[in-house]
Protein backbone atom coordinates (compact mmCIF):
# COMPACT_ATOMS: atom_id res chain seq x y z
CA UNK A 1 0.00 0.00 0.00
CA UNK A 2 1.29 3.11 -1.11
CA UNK A 3 2.48 5.44 1.89
CA UNK A 4 -0.81 7.29 3.41
CA UNK A 5 -0.85 11.06 3.54
CA UNK A 6 -1.65 11.97 7.36
CA UNK A 7 -2.69 15.00 8.90
CA UNK A 8 -3.30 16.59 12.05
CA UNK A 9 -5.66 19.49 13.25
CA UNK A 10 -7.73 20.79 15.86
CA UNK A 11 -11.14 21.25 14.38
CA UNK A 12 -12.23 18.95 10.37
CA UNK A 13 -14.76 20.62 8.65
CA UNK A 14 -15.97 17.80 6.10
CA UNK A 15 -17.35 20.12 3.64
CA UNK A 16 -16.32 23.69 2.07
CA UNK A 17 -19.36 24.94 1.01
CA UNK A 18 -21.32 28.10 3.11
CA UNK A 19 -21.91 25.90 6.41
CA UNK A 20 -18.47 24.59 6.00
CA UNK A 21 -17.30 27.91 5.71
CA UNK A 22 -18.60 29.33 8.48
CA UNK A 23 -17.79 26.66 10.33
CA UNK A 24 -14.13 26.98 9.38
CA UNK A 25 -14.01 30.56 10.51
CA UNK A 26 -16.00 30.59 13.51
CA UNK A 27 -13.46 27.57 14.72
CA UNK A 28 -10.70 29.79 13.66
CA UNK A 29 -11.29 32.35 16.34
CA UNK A 30 -10.44 29.50 19.20
CA UNK A 31 -8.82 26.56 17.67
CA UNK A 32 -4.77 26.62 17.12
CA UNK A 33 -5.39 25.16 13.57
CA UNK A 34 -8.62 24.22 11.04
CA UNK A 35 -8.56 21.85 8.54
CA UNK A 36 -11.56 21.79 5.37
CA UNK A 37 -11.87 18.70 3.45
CA UNK A 38 -13.72 18.81 0.50
CA UNK A 39 -14.08 15.68 -2.22
CA UNK A 40 -14.55 18.26 -5.30
CA UNK A 41 -11.86 20.54 -7.23
CA UNK A 42 -10.35 23.21 -5.31
CA UNK A 43 -12.69 26.70 -5.19
CA UNK A 44 -16.17 24.30 -6.36
CA UNK A 45 -17.30 26.25 -3.29
CA UNK A 46 -20.35 23.54 -2.73
CA UNK A 47 -24.28 24.24 -3.86
CA UNK A 48 -23.84 27.63 -2.32
CA UNK A 49 -22.04 28.54 -5.64
CA UNK A 50 -25.41 28.17 -7.46
CA UNK A 51 -27.65 30.00 -5.32
CA UNK A 52 -28.89 33.78 -5.95
CA UNK A 53 -26.70 34.90 -2.12
CA UNK A 54 -30.21 36.39 -0.30
CA UNK A 55 -30.13 35.66 2.91
CA UNK A 56 -33.09 35.55 5.59
CA UNK A 57 -32.24 37.74 7.77
CA UNK A 58 -34.71 39.33 11.53
CA UNK A 59 -33.58 43.03 10.89
CA UNK A 60 -33.47 44.98 14.57
CA UNK A 61 -37.22 46.40 13.99
CA UNK A 62 -38.60 42.74 14.11
CA UNK A 63 -39.53 40.64 17.35
CA UNK A 64 -38.25 37.26 17.51
CA UNK A 65 -41.46 35.82 19.07
CA UNK A 66 -43.34 36.97 15.63
CA UNK A 67 -40.79 35.49 13.34
CA UNK A 68 -40.71 31.66 15.31
CA UNK A 69 -45.02 31.81 15.40
CA UNK A 70 -44.98 32.17 11.89
CA UNK A 71 -42.27 29.50 11.67
CA UNK A 72 -44.49 27.17 13.65
CA UNK A 73 -47.55 27.76 11.89
CA UNK A 74 -45.22 27.37 8.12
CA UNK A 75 -43.87 23.82 9.72
CA UNK A 76 -47.55 22.53 10.57
CA UNK A 77 -45.64 22.34 14.29
CA UNK A 78 -43.07 20.46 13.52
CA UNK A 79 -40.76 23.14 14.42
CA UNK A 80 -37.26 23.05 16.76
CA UNK A 81 -38.36 25.92 18.56
CA UNK A 82 -35.31 26.62 20.39
CA UNK A 83 -33.06 25.98 17.17
CA UNK A 84 -34.88 28.12 15.02
CA UNK A 85 -34.90 30.97 17.54
CA UNK A 86 -31.43 31.04 18.27
CA UNK A 87 -30.60 30.98 14.45
CA UNK A 88 -32.79 33.88 14.23
CA UNK A 89 -31.68 36.03 16.73
CA UNK A 90 -28.21 35.39 15.50
CA UNK A 91 -28.75 36.27 12.09
CA UNK A 92 -28.45 39.81 11.57
CA UNK A 93 -24.82 39.56 12.86
CA UNK A 94 -24.20 36.82 10.29
CA UNK A 95 -25.58 39.26 7.58
CA UNK A 96 -23.75 42.64 9.02
CA UNK A 97 -20.65 40.40 8.57
CA UNK A 98 -21.09 39.48 4.85
CA UNK A 99 -21.72 43.32 4.73
CA UNK A 100 -18.94 44.21 6.32
CA UNK A 101 -16.90 42.04 4.32
CA UNK A 102 -18.12 43.13 1.13
CA UNK A 103 -21.33 41.37 0.07
CA UNK A 104 -23.62 43.97 -1.31
CA UNK A 105 -27.14 43.46 -0.48
CA UNK A 106 -29.92 45.19 -2.87
CA UNK A 107 -31.61 48.63 -1.74
CA UNK A 108 -33.73 50.61 -3.15
CA UNK A 109 -33.26 54.88 -4.02
CA UNK A 110 -34.09 55.72 -0.59
CA UNK A 111 -31.42 53.31 0.60
CA UNK A 112 -33.98 51.10 2.28
CA UNK A 113 -32.95 47.14 1.29
CA UNK A 114 -35.08 45.42 -0.74
CA UNK A 115 -36.93 42.22 0.85
CA UNK A 116 -39.36 39.76 -0.91
CA UNK A 117 -41.76 38.39 1.71
CA UNK A 118 -41.91 34.71 1.51
CA UNK A 119 -44.56 32.03 0.97
CA UNK A 120 -47.53 34.74 1.78
CA UNK A 121 -46.02 35.23 4.85
CA UNK A 122 -45.96 38.85 6.91
CA UNK A 123 -42.62 38.77 9.05
CA UNK A 124 -40.32 35.77 7.46
CA UNK A 125 -38.64 38.06 3.85
CA UNK A 126 -35.52 37.95 2.06
CA UNK A 127 -32.79 40.54 1.33
CA UNK A 128 -31.58 40.44 -2.26
CA UNK A 129 -27.81 40.58 -3.50
CA UNK A 130 -27.02 42.83 -6.00
CA UNK A 131 -26.37 42.45 -8.56
CA UNK A 132 -28.89 39.79 -9.35
CA UNK A 133 -27.34 36.47 -10.43
CA UNK A 134 -23.52 37.14 -8.86
CA UNK A 135 -24.77 36.24 -5.24
CA UNK A 136 -23.78 32.89 -4.60
CA UNK A 137 -20.43 33.18 -5.90
CA UNK A 138 -19.94 36.13 -4.48
CA UNK A 139 -21.21 34.56 -1.50
CA UNK A 140 -18.18 32.08 -1.54
CA UNK A 141 -15.39 34.11 -2.40
CA UNK A 142 -15.97 36.32 0.27
CA UNK A 143 -16.22 33.62 2.95
CA UNK A 144 -12.81 31.79 1.20
CA UNK A 145 -11.18 35.32 1.78
CA UNK A 146 -11.81 35.51 5.21
CA UNK A 147 -10.54 31.85 5.48
CA UNK A 148 -6.88 33.09 3.86
CA UNK A 149 -6.75 36.01 6.38
CA UNK A 150 -7.17 33.37 9.14
CA UNK A 151 -4.78 31.08 7.88
CA UNK A 152 -7.27 27.93 7.28
CA UNK A 153 -5.88 25.07 5.17
CA UNK A 154 -7.92 23.75 2.63
CA UNK A 155 -8.00 20.08 1.25
CA UNK A 156 -9.69 19.38 -1.88
CA UNK A 157 -10.16 16.24 -4.05
CA UNK A 158 -10.46 13.96 -1.04
CA UNK A 159 -12.88 12.03 -0.53
CA UNK A 160 -13.91 10.91 3.74
CA UNK A 161 -14.98 7.33 3.95
CA UNK A 162 -15.14 6.74 7.43
CA UNK A 163 -14.87 8.65 10.61
CA UNK A 164 -12.71 6.98 13.32
CA UNK A 165 -13.46 6.49 16.32
CA UNK A 166 -11.94 5.61 19.47
CA UNK A 167 -13.65 4.95 22.81
CA UNK A 168 -16.84 6.49 21.36
CA UNK A 169 -15.55 9.57 20.69
CA UNK A 170 -14.64 10.50 17.03
CA UNK A 171 -11.22 11.35 16.94
CA UNK A 172 -10.47 11.79 12.99
CA UNK A 173 -11.13 10.69 9.75
CA UNK A 174 -10.09 8.54 6.88
CA UNK A 175 -10.42 8.60 3.11
CA UNK A 176 -8.72 8.71 -0.72
CA UNK A 177 -7.14 11.42 -2.30
CA UNK A 178 -10.00 11.07 -5.83
CA UNK A 179 -6.94 11.77 -8.35
CA UNK A 180 -3.94 9.52 -7.21
CA UNK A 181 -5.61 7.34 -4.83
CA UNK A 182 -3.52 7.88 -1.73
CA UNK A 183 -4.99 7.31 1.42
CA UNK A 184 -5.29 9.84 3.79
CA UNK A 185 -5.78 9.85 7.83
CA UNK A 186 -6.67 13.33 9.44
CA UNK A 187 -6.72 13.23 13.42
CA UNK A 188 -9.04 16.29 15.01
CA UNK A 189 -9.78 17.22 18.15
CA UNK A 190 -13.31 17.44 16.54
CA UNK A 191 -15.33 16.77 13.37
CA UNK A 192 -18.24 19.15 11.66
CA UNK A 193 -20.19 17.58 8.56
CA UNK A 194 -20.99 20.20 6.60
CA UNK A 195 -21.59 17.93 3.59
CA UNK A 196 -25.15 18.32 3.13
CA UNK A 197 -27.27 15.12 3.90
CA UNK A 198 -27.70 13.57 0.27
CA UNK A 199 -29.57 13.91 -2.80
CA UNK A 200 -29.75 11.78 -6.12
CA UNK A 201 -27.74 13.68 -8.69
CA UNK A 202 -31.21 14.76 -10.40
CA UNK A 203 -29.43 18.06 -12.33
CA UNK A 204 -26.41 19.25 -13.51
CA UNK A 205 -27.28 22.12 -10.58
CA UNK A 206 -26.95 19.60 -7.71
CA UNK A 207 -25.27 16.54 -8.68
CA UNK A 208 -22.68 17.18 -5.80
CA UNK A 209 -24.53 16.15 -2.54
CA UNK A 210 -25.32 12.25 -2.57
CA UNK A 211 -25.19 10.95 0.72
CA UNK A 212 -22.09 10.34 1.87
CA UNK A 213 -22.24 12.72 4.62
CA UNK A 214 -25.19 10.64 5.87
CA UNK A 215 -23.46 7.79 5.40
CA UNK A 216 -20.52 9.05 7.62
CA UNK A 217 -22.93 9.90 10.55
CA UNK A 218 -25.07 6.91 10.31
CA UNK A 219 -21.97 4.76 10.87
CA UNK A 220 -20.41 6.74 13.66
CA UNK A 221 -23.65 6.49 15.79
CA UNK A 222 -25.73 9.55 14.52
CA UNK A 223 -29.77 9.87 15.10
CA UNK A 224 -31.48 11.22 11.86
CA UNK A 225 -34.54 13.25 11.45
CA UNK A 226 -36.67 14.55 9.05
CA UNK A 227 -35.79 12.13 6.65
CA UNK A 228 -39.40 11.24 4.99
CA UNK A 229 -39.16 15.26 3.69
CA UNK A 230 -37.88 15.47 0.23
CA UNK A 231 -36.83 18.25 -1.65
CA UNK A 232 -39.22 19.15 -4.44
CA UNK A 233 -38.36 22.09 -7.02
CA UNK A 234 -39.99 23.28 -10.14
CA UNK A 235 -37.89 24.13 -12.78
CA UNK A 236 -37.80 24.40 -16.37
CA UNK A 237 -37.77 21.46 -18.99
CA UNK A 238 -35.19 22.88 -20.90
CA UNK A 239 -32.91 24.88 -18.84
CA UNK A 240 -32.33 25.79 -15.53
CA UNK A 241 -33.43 29.17 -13.89
CA UNK A 242 -32.75 30.53 -9.93
CA UNK A 243 -35.41 33.25 -8.62
CA UNK A 244 -38.86 31.48 -8.95
CA UNK A 245 -39.20 32.12 -4.99
CA UNK A 246 -38.92 35.96 -6.29
CA UNK A 247 -40.35 35.55 -8.90
CA UNK A 248 -43.68 34.74 -7.95
CA UNK A 249 -44.58 37.59 -5.34
CA UNK A 250 -43.82 40.09 -8.14
CA UNK A 251 -46.38 38.23 -9.96
CA UNK A 252 -45.51 34.95 -12.17
CA UNK A 253 -47.81 32.09 -11.87
CA UNK A 254 -47.85 28.77 -12.85
CA UNK A 255 -50.75 27.69 -15.36
CA UNK A 256 -51.85 24.61 -17.32
CA UNK A 257 -52.15 24.07 -20.94
CA UNK A 258 -55.39 25.75 -20.69
CA UNK A 259 -54.16 28.61 -19.57
CA UNK A 260 -55.71 28.71 -16.18
CA UNK A 261 -53.68 29.94 -12.86
CA UNK A 262 -54.23 26.56 -11.40
CA UNK A 263 -53.05 27.13 -8.08
CA UNK A 264 -55.68 29.65 -6.92
CA UNK A 265 -57.97 26.69 -7.33
CA UNK A 266 -56.40 24.60 -4.85
CA UNK A 267 -55.83 27.74 -2.80
CA UNK A 268 -57.76 31.30 -3.50
CA UNK A 269 -55.20 32.57 0.04
CA UNK A 270 -52.15 31.43 -1.18
CA UNK A 271 -52.55 30.47 -5.47
CA UNK A 272 -48.85 29.72 -5.92
CA UNK A 273 -47.13 32.02 -3.52
CA UNK A 274 -46.60 29.58 -1.45
CA UNK A 275 -43.35 26.07 -0.88
CA UNK A 276 -43.07 24.44 -4.28
CA UNK A 277 -44.31 21.47 -2.65
CA UNK A 278 -47.85 22.79 -2.83
CA UNK A 279 -47.12 23.90 -5.84
CA UNK A 280 -45.85 20.41 -7.51
CA UNK A 281 -49.08 18.58 -5.84
CA UNK A 282 -51.44 21.09 -7.92
CA UNK A 283 -48.97 20.39 -11.09
CA UNK A 284 -49.10 16.63 -10.92
CA UNK A 285 -53.10 16.24 -10.21
CA UNK A 286 -53.62 18.67 -13.09
CA UNK A 287 -51.37 16.06 -14.93
CA UNK A 288 -53.95 13.39 -13.78
CA UNK A 289 -56.66 15.12 -14.84
CA UNK A 290 -55.07 16.04 -18.71
CA UNK A 291 -54.97 19.82 -17.94
CA UNK A 292 -50.95 19.24 -18.47
CA UNK A 293 -48.12 20.27 -19.08
CA UNK A 294 -47.65 23.59 -17.23
CA UNK A 295 -45.61 26.73 -17.79
CA UNK A 296 -44.50 29.27 -15.81
CA UNK A 297 -45.52 32.34 -16.81
CA UNK A 298 -44.01 35.30 -16.05
CA UNK A 299 -45.78 37.71 -18.33
CA UNK A 300 -47.34 38.78 -15.74
CA UNK A 301 -44.77 40.12 -13.81
CA UNK A 302 -44.39 43.75 -12.53
CA UNK A 303 -41.89 46.28 -14.01
CA UNK A 304 -40.04 46.46 -10.57
CA UNK A 305 -40.30 42.51 -10.50
CA UNK A 306 -38.73 41.78 -13.89
CA UNK A 307 -35.73 44.86 -13.18
CA UNK A 308 -35.04 43.21 -10.04
CA UNK A 309 -35.05 39.64 -11.04
CA UNK A 310 -33.25 39.95 -14.06
CA UNK A 311 -29.58 38.36 -13.75
CA UNK A 312 -26.52 40.45 -14.49
CA UNK A 313 -24.05 38.14 -14.23
CA UNK A 314 -22.79 34.28 -13.18
CA UNK A 315 -24.50 31.26 -14.59
CA UNK A 316 -27.92 33.27 -15.28
CA UNK A 317 -26.65 35.83 -16.96
CA UNK A 318 -25.04 32.82 -19.34
CA UNK A 319 -28.25 30.93 -19.67
CA UNK A 320 -30.66 34.34 -19.91
CA UNK A 321 -27.93 34.88 -23.30
CA UNK A 322 -28.36 31.73 -24.68
CA UNK A 323 -32.36 31.63 -24.56
CA UNK A 324 -32.77 34.90 -26.15
CA UNK A 325 -30.36 33.54 -29.12
CA UNK A 326 -32.78 30.89 -28.95
CA UNK A 327 -35.81 33.57 -29.72
CA UNK A 328 -37.03 32.97 -25.60
CA UNK A 329 -37.53 36.08 -23.72
CA UNK A 330 -37.77 34.74 -20.44
CA UNK A 331 -40.15 37.54 -18.94
CA UNK A 332 -42.47 38.28 -21.24
CA UNK A 333 -43.51 34.44 -22.05
CA UNK A 334 -44.65 31.18 -20.95
CA UNK A 335 -41.79 28.74 -20.81
CA UNK A 336 -42.66 24.75 -19.79
CA UNK A 337 -41.62 23.58 -16.37
CA UNK A 338 -41.81 20.77 -14.29
CA UNK A 339 -41.55 18.87 -10.87
CA UNK A 340 -37.83 17.56 -10.02
CA UNK A 341 -36.62 15.88 -6.64
CA UNK A 342 -33.63 17.05 -5.41
CA UNK A 343 -32.26 16.72 -2.21
CA UNK A 344 -33.46 14.69 1.14
CA UNK A 345 -34.52 17.44 3.63
CA UNK A 346 -33.64 15.96 6.80
CA UNK A 347 -30.49 15.23 8.27
CA UNK A 348 -28.55 14.08 11.71
CA UNK A 349 -30.48 16.01 15.15
CA UNK A 350 -28.19 18.42 16.85
CA UNK A 351 -28.65 20.47 19.89
CA UNK A 352 -28.53 24.29 20.25
CA UNK A 353 -24.91 23.96 19.62
CA UNK A 354 -24.79 21.50 16.92
CA UNK A 355 -23.68 18.33 18.67
CA UNK A 356 -25.16 14.90 17.11
CA UNK A 357 -25.12 13.29 20.72
CA UNK A 358 -21.79 11.28 19.16
CA UNK A 359 -18.89 12.87 21.43
CA UNK A 360 -16.93 14.67 19.14
CA UNK A 361 -18.58 14.94 16.00
CA UNK A 362 -21.11 18.13 15.02
CA UNK A 363 -23.02 18.82 11.79
CA UNK A 364 -24.36 21.87 10.42
CA UNK A 365 -25.97 23.28 7.77
CA UNK A 366 -28.03 20.97 4.99
CA UNK A 367 -26.38 18.06 7.06
CA UNK A 368 -28.55 18.95 10.02
CA UNK A 369 -32.24 17.83 10.65
CA UNK A 370 -33.54 21.83 10.64
CA UNK A 371 -35.79 21.46 7.20
CA UNK A 372 -38.97 19.64 7.56
CA UNK A 373 -40.09 19.63 4.20
CA UNK A 374 -40.88 23.37 3.06
CA UNK A 375 -38.65 25.93 2.32
CA UNK A 376 -38.04 29.56 2.48
CA UNK A 377 -35.97 31.28 -0.33
CA UNK A 378 -33.02 32.94 1.70
CA UNK A 379 -33.38 30.28 4.33
CA UNK A 380 -30.48 28.19 3.83
CA UNK A 381 -28.05 31.23 4.05
CA UNK A 382 -29.97 32.28 6.74
CA UNK A 383 -29.30 28.93 8.67
CA UNK A 384 -26.10 27.69 6.85
CA UNK A 385 -24.18 30.91 8.31
CA UNK A 386 -25.49 30.69 11.58
CA UNK A 387 -25.10 27.22 12.41
CA UNK A 388 -22.22 26.81 10.62
CA UNK A 389 -20.71 29.48 13.45
CA UNK A 390 -22.88 27.47 16.24
CA UNK A 391 -20.74 24.26 15.21
CA UNK A 392 -17.45 25.83 14.68
CA UNK A 393 -17.20 27.72 18.02
CA UNK A 394 -18.68 24.35 19.83
CA UNK A 395 -16.08 22.16 18.53
CA UNK A 396 -13.33 24.48 18.49
CA UNK A 397 -13.49 24.96 22.15
CA UNK A 398 -14.20 20.89 22.56
CA UNK A 399 -11.41 19.91 20.46
CA UNK A 400 -9.30 22.34 23.24
CA UNK A 401 -10.95 20.27 25.79
CA UNK A 402 -9.44 17.19 25.18
CA UNK A 403 -6.14 15.46 24.19
CA UNK A 404 -6.02 14.43 20.86
CA UNK A 405 -5.66 10.58 20.55
CA UNK A 406 -2.84 10.01 18.31
CA UNK A 407 -4.65 6.59 16.80
CA UNK A 408 -2.35 4.36 14.86
CA UNK A 409 -3.27 5.64 11.35
CA UNK A 410 -2.34 1.72 9.95
CA UNK A 411 -5.59 0.46 12.11
CA UNK A 412 -7.57 3.68 10.29
CA UNK A 413 -6.28 2.74 7.15
CA UNK A 414 -7.37 -1.02 7.49
CA UNK A 415 -10.94 -0.02 8.84
CA UNK A 416 -10.88 1.55 5.34
CA UNK A 417 -9.74 -1.58 3.06
CA UNK A 418 -13.01 -2.83 2.54
CA UNK A 419 -13.57 0.31 0.37
CA UNK A 420 -10.29 1.42 -1.04
CA UNK A 421 -9.36 -2.64 -2.26
CA UNK A 422 -11.95 -2.34 -4.64
CA UNK A 423 -10.32 -0.04 -7.29
CA UNK A 424 -9.58 -1.97 -10.27
CA UNK A 425 -11.82 -5.76 -9.72
CA UNK A 426 -14.52 -6.58 -12.19
CA UNK A 427 -17.97 -5.47 -11.12
CA UNK A 428 -21.20 -3.22 -11.33
CA UNK A 429 -20.61 0.51 -12.15
CA UNK A 430 -21.67 2.99 -9.56
CA UNK A 431 -23.28 4.81 -12.32
CA UNK A 432 -26.05 1.80 -12.72
CA UNK A 433 -26.66 1.61 -9.19
CA UNK A 434 -27.58 5.53 -8.89
CA UNK A 435 -29.46 5.04 -12.13
CA UNK A 436 -31.45 2.25 -10.60
CA UNK A 437 -31.98 4.37 -7.11
CA UNK A 438 -33.06 7.25 -9.41
CA UNK A 439 -35.61 5.02 -11.15
CA UNK A 440 -37.32 3.56 -7.92
CA UNK A 441 -37.46 7.37 -6.99
CA UNK A 442 -38.88 8.85 -9.71
CA UNK A 443 -42.29 8.07 -9.24
CA UNK A 444 -45.34 10.06 -7.99
CA UNK A 445 -46.57 8.08 -5.48
CA UNK A 446 -43.17 7.73 -3.95
CA UNK A 447 -42.24 11.61 -4.30
CA UNK A 448 -45.06 13.81 -4.17
CA UNK A 449 -48.61 12.11 -3.54
CA UNK A 450 -46.81 9.30 -1.82
CA UNK A 451 -48.86 5.68 -0.77
CA UNK A 452 -48.28 2.81 1.34
CA UNK A 453 -48.29 0.95 -2.11
CA UNK A 454 -45.63 3.18 -3.90
CA UNK A 455 -43.45 3.47 -0.88
CA UNK A 456 -43.05 -0.37 -0.25
CA UNK A 457 -42.81 -1.30 -3.82
CA UNK A 458 -39.54 1.24 -4.05
CA UNK A 459 -38.79 -0.39 -0.45
CA UNK A 460 -38.68 -3.53 -2.16
CA UNK A 461 -37.15 -2.38 -5.23
CA UNK A 462 -34.06 -0.85 -3.10
CA UNK A 463 -33.41 -4.04 -0.93
CA UNK A 464 -32.69 -5.39 -4.22
CA UNK A 465 -30.43 -3.25 -4.90
CA UNK A 466 -28.38 -2.93 -1.38
CA UNK A 467 -28.42 -7.26 -1.15
CA UNK A 468 -27.31 -7.63 -5.05
CA UNK A 469 -26.14 -4.29 -6.78
CA UNK A 470 -23.83 -2.53 -3.74
CA UNK A 471 -21.83 -5.85 -2.62
CA UNK A 472 -20.51 -6.07 -6.33
CA UNK A 473 -20.08 -2.74 -7.47
CA UNK A 474 -16.38 -1.66 -8.19
CA UNK A 475 -14.30 1.31 -9.27
CA UNK A 476 -11.54 1.39 -12.31
CA UNK A 477 -10.07 4.33 -11.04
CA UNK A 478 -10.02 6.64 -7.75
CA UNK A 479 -12.29 9.05 -9.44
CA UNK A 480 -15.25 6.21 -9.86
CA UNK A 481 -14.31 5.24 -6.03
CA UNK A 482 -15.83 8.63 -4.94
CA UNK A 483 -18.57 7.87 -7.42
CA UNK A 484 -18.99 4.12 -5.36
CA UNK A 485 -19.45 6.26 -2.50
CA UNK A 486 -21.64 8.51 -4.12
CA UNK A 487 -24.18 5.56 -4.76
CA UNK A 488 -23.44 4.33 -1.14
CA UNK A 489 -24.69 7.42 0.45
CA UNK A 490 -27.57 7.51 -2.00
CA UNK A 491 -29.08 4.15 -1.19
CA UNK A 492 -28.83 5.24 2.41
CA UNK A 493 -30.69 8.35 2.37
CA UNK A 494 -33.06 6.33 0.78
CA UNK A 495 -33.87 3.81 2.62
CA UNK A 496 -34.16 7.01 5.15
CA UNK A 497 -36.92 8.70 3.27
CA UNK A 498 -39.00 5.35 2.19
CA UNK A 499 -38.83 4.15 5.92
CA UNK A 500 -39.55 7.43 7.50
CA UNK A 501 -42.04 8.21 4.63
CA UNK A 502 -44.15 4.82 5.37
CA UNK A 503 -43.89 5.46 9.51
CA UNK A 504 -45.26 8.99 9.14
CA UNK A 505 -48.88 7.57 8.50
CA UNK A 506 -50.66 11.81 7.89
CA UNK A 507 -49.78 14.32 5.79
CA UNK A 508 -48.19 17.31 6.57
CA UNK A 509 -45.45 20.11 5.74
CA UNK A 510 -44.15 18.97 2.18
CA UNK A 511 -45.12 14.76 3.21
CA UNK A 512 -48.35 13.91 1.60
CA UNK A 513 -49.83 10.69 1.82
CA UNK A 514 -52.76 9.38 -0.38
CA UNK A 515 -53.72 7.14 1.88
CA UNK A 516 -53.38 9.10 5.18
CA UNK A 517 -54.05 12.54 3.51
CA UNK A 518 -55.39 14.06 6.60
CA UNK A 519 -53.21 15.62 9.67
CA UNK A 520 -53.07 13.09 12.99
CA UNK A 521 -53.44 14.95 15.96
CA UNK A 522 -50.14 16.30 17.91
CA UNK A 523 -47.08 17.15 15.78
CA UNK A 524 -44.29 14.18 15.74
CA UNK A 525 -40.65 13.76 14.94
CA UNK A 526 -39.60 10.27 13.40
CA UNK A 527 -35.70 9.42 14.16
CA UNK A 528 -33.92 6.63 12.69
CA UNK A 529 -30.70 5.25 13.63
CA UNK A 530 -28.46 2.79 13.07
CA UNK A 531 -29.65 -0.78 15.30
CA UNK A 532 -27.70 -4.06 15.98
CA UNK A 533 -30.66 -5.30 13.25
CA UNK A 534 -30.97 -2.22 10.74
CA UNK A 535 -32.47 0.95 11.39
CA UNK A 536 -33.89 1.56 14.11
CA UNK A 537 -37.08 3.95 13.95
CA UNK A 538 -38.97 5.58 16.81
CA UNK A 539 -41.55 8.32 17.08
CA UNK A 540 -40.81 11.55 19.34
CA UNK A 541 -43.56 13.74 20.50
CA UNK A 542 -42.49 17.88 19.76
CA UNK A 543 -42.85 19.19 23.32
CA UNK A 544 -44.87 21.85 22.39
CA UNK A 545 -45.32 24.69 25.61
CA UNK A 546 -42.79 22.76 27.07
CA UNK A 547 -39.20 24.32 28.17
CA UNK A 548 -38.25 26.31 24.87
CA UNK A 549 -41.30 25.76 23.04
CA UNK A 550 -43.34 28.39 23.82
CA UNK A 551 -45.99 28.53 20.69
CA UNK A 552 -48.18 26.21 20.80
CA UNK A 553 -49.64 25.27 17.04
CA UNK A 554 -52.85 27.09 16.81
CA UNK A 555 -53.01 27.24 12.79
CA UNK A 556 -51.62 24.90 9.89
CA UNK A 557 -49.84 26.48 6.80
CA UNK A 558 -50.99 23.06 4.85
CA UNK A 559 -54.85 24.02 5.85
CA UNK A 560 -54.47 26.89 3.17
CA UNK A 561 -54.70 24.55 0.44
CA UNK A 562 -57.92 22.32 -0.36
CA UNK A 563 -57.39 19.37 -2.64
CA UNK A 564 -59.79 17.41 -4.22
CA UNK A 565 -60.78 14.07 -2.56
CA UNK A 566 -58.00 11.46 -3.36
CA UNK A 567 -58.68 8.69 -5.67
CA UNK A 568 -56.22 6.35 -3.52
CA UNK A 569 -57.58 7.55 0.22
CA UNK A 570 -58.82 4.75 2.17
CA UNK A 571 -62.20 5.48 3.92
CA UNK A 572 -60.58 4.15 7.37
CA UNK A 573 -57.46 5.99 6.95
CA UNK A 574 -59.45 9.37 6.95
CA UNK A 575 -61.55 7.92 9.78
CA UNK A 576 -58.66 6.77 11.63
CA UNK A 577 -56.60 10.50 10.84
CA UNK A 578 -59.43 12.67 12.19
CA UNK A 579 -59.86 10.45 15.42
Request: with cysteine; hydrophobic share 40%.
Amino acid sequence: MATPIIYTTDVLVVGGGFSGSWAALRAADTAGDVLIVDKAARDWRGLGMMSGGDMIVMQPEFRVEDLLDEMVYYYDGLCDQPLVRKILEHSYDRFRDLERWGHIFARDEKGKLRAVVQRGLTYMRYYLYHPYGKGGPHTCNTLYDQLALRGVRRLSNLQIVKLIKRSGRVVGAAGFHTRSGLPCVIKAGAVILCTNTGGFKMSYLSNTSAGEGALLGYEAGATFQNMEFLQNWTCPMAFAWEGQTGMLPYGARFVNRKGEDFMKKYSPLRGAKSDPHYNIRGMVLETRAGNGPTYFDTSTMSEEGVEVMTPTGGWMLLNAEKLKALGIDFFHQKTEWMPQFQYIFGGMKTDLDCRTGVPGLFAAGRASSLHTGVYMGGWDTCMTSTTGCFAGEAAAKEALDVRHDDFDASEALEEIAPVTSLIGRPGIPPKDVVRSIQELMVPADVSVLKTGQGLNRALHALEHIQNNYLPEMTAQDPHYLMKLMEAKGMALVAEMYLRASLARKESRCGHFREDYPLRAGAPEWIRLSRGRNGMDIEGAAVPCGGEGYPVMPYRYYMDDFDYPDQPHADAQYVAGAQA
